[in-house]
């Protein structure tokens, strides 16, 4: 009977982390981001991208930390009201799983440091190698090639919306 109850637990507890898998692949998660970005797991985890990925299954989807270039699931919350009506303010888990199934191929960005609308217009050679609206391409390619090629993910911060630049309309960022 004790046999049956521990099989049983691990089944469950393996099944769980196996249907969690999506949650610890690319675009969502990125080990080496995840420790550069939280100061307190590069010192915890000293760039052991198992334990990175068992801290971010267990605590970091919980608690809203970005996982990747393209994901801050709090922000990305925090920006989407219709997010936080469906979801609440801190139900991380399935505004994840939101913008894997729906908002990314919508073209809502993720992350204020990449969006992938802004991404395709301003490099035309994205766009005509995916296509005007192939958003969930953008994605990949920013991941894969963009970032080593040192292109911009979203507008600089020196020209973001919230700095309250006052541009003339005609003359305005594309954005």
């Not at 991380?92 to 199934?101: G, Q, S």
């Not at 090639?145 to 020209?159: F, I, N």
Request: with cysteine.
């Amino acid at each position: 009977m004790r046999l049956t109850t521990l099989a049983i637990f691990l089944f469950c507890t393996l099944n769980l982390f196996a249907n969690d898998e999506w949650l610890t692949e690319p675009p969502i998660f990125d080990a080496e981001y995840y420790s550069e970005t939280h100061e307190d797991l590069a010192r915890a985890f000293r760039g052991d991208q198992k334990e990175l990925k068992k801290h971010w299954l267990r605590f970091g989807i919980e608690e809203g930390r970005a996982s990747s270039p393209v994901m801050n699931v709090e922000w990305y919350v925090a920006t989407n009201p219709d997010l936080q009506a469906a979801f609440g303010e801190n139900n991380y888990r399935d505004a994840l799983k939101h913008w894997i199934d729906y908002g990314m191929a919508e073209g809502r960005a993720a992350s204020p440091d990449f969006d992938p609308r802004w991404y395709i217009q301003q490099y035309p050679d994205v766009a005509a190698a995916f296509g005007a609206m192939n958003y969930k391409s953008a994605v990949m390619h920013y991941l894969e090639y963009g970032q080593k090629e040192g292109r911009y993910g979203a507008p600089p911060p020196m020209m973001r919306k919230e700095n309250n630049f006052d541009f003339p309309e005609d003359n305005g960022p594309p954005f």
